[in-house]
């Protein structure tokens, strides 16, 4: 760090381009003075010879000369010549003034100094215009520098909050789905925890009943009695049914099963039914599906019990 005055501390740098100035100036100046100096020695190399003659201003005549003889009568008095005419000369020149020579020449050195001085004042006007100008750009750069940065802070701050809000909502949200999870896992644990409550009360039913159950030594089941339908259940069914059939089996190449699956309620009465495998012609399937519906009603086991749901296999030829 150089060693300067501490007033010069946070002066502002010098202006540049001032030697150069100081230079051309010392340039001007010398040539004003050699130009100067040839002009006053060229007035002073002039030669000037002035001749002059004397006239008296009235004309008189000369006496004659004393001579020592006797005094002749004097003669007449001559008559009076006209006086000449004066000659008027020119005026001469007037002799040269060197000192307002001097006087102009420094007059015209103090001119072009004042015009030196002004040019350079103007030079130093320019120079802090320009300075203000620059100083002015700047101050309007750190502005919009700062107000983009303030810009950016506040975008910033914004997507923070964005962000923010986005996660406590997933939080939210997260909270409330792992609450309904728990809140479904409790009601399935529930619902499991009844099932396996029911399981066990109705395996201590059947354990307890198992004296009184209606199967033979070598049966495998745990219920009381068989649930499945009687051996002449299913021809039972058969026959309510197939008086219902309108249809021609001599229109039929082979004998085609169609199975339909039936439900029905605990009195009997045809629920639903449905095509399960079809027989490959059309005609006899729906001749089936219609006998159903016309049936209505199915009938009861040997057990007075209707069971549900049924696979019922119908073939034209049986």
């Known amino acids: ?36 100096t040839a002009g006053i020695q060229w007035k002073q190399d002039n030669s000037l010879s002035v001749e002059a003659e004397l006239w008296s201003a009235v004309p008189m005549a000369a006496a004659p000369k004393l001579v020592e003889v006797e ?60 300075k203000k100008e620059a100083e ?18 506040e975008e910033e701050r914004k997507d923070k909050e964005r962000k923010e809000k986005e996660r406590a909502e997933k939080e939210r949200k997260e909270k409330e789905a792992k609450k309904q999870a728990e809140q479904k896992d409790s009601k399935a644990s529930a619902e499991e925890a009844k099932k396996l ?16 159950a209606s199967g033979s030594e070598n049966a495998t089941g745990t219920a009381m009695k068989s649930s499945g339908p009687s051996d002449s259940y299913g021809g039972r069914i058969r026959a309510r049914v197939k ?26 009465t045809i629920v639903s039914r449905k095509l399960v495998k079809s027989s490959g012609n059309s005609a006899w399937d729906n001749a089936v599906l219609k006998a159903i519906d016309k049936t209505e009603i199915l009938p009861r086991d040997t057990d007075g019990r209707v069971h549900s749901p049924l696979l019922l296999v119908f073939k034209p030829n049986d």
């Open 136 to 153: 002015k750009k700047a101050k309007a750069k750190l502005e919009e520098d700062k107000r983009k940065l303030e810009a950016k802070k």
């Open 197 to 212: 409550e029911a399981i066990r009360k109705e395996n201590m039913k059947r354990i307890a009943g198992l004296a009184g």
């Open 243 to 268: 008086p219902n059939i309108t249809f021609d089996p001599s229109s039929v190449s082979g004998n085609p099963a169609a199975e339909v699956e039936v439900r029905c309620a605990p009195d009997g």
């Open 1 to 36: 760090m150089s060693a300067s005055p501490k007033h010069l501390e946070f002066a502002p740098p010098p202006p540049k381009g001032t030697a150069r100035s100081v230079g051309a100036s010392l340039v001007v100046h010398s040539l004003l003075i050699v130009a100067l």
């Open 71 to 130: 005094a002749p009568p004097p003669p007449p008095a001559p008559k009076p010549e006209p006086a000449p005419k004066p000659v008027v000369k020119a005026p001469e020149p007037p002799a040269p003034n060197r000192d307002a020579d001097i006087a102009l020449a420094k007059k015209r050195k103090i001119e072009e100094e004042k015009k030196i001085q002004e040019a350079l004042k103007a030079e130093e006007r320019r120079k802090e215009e320009l």
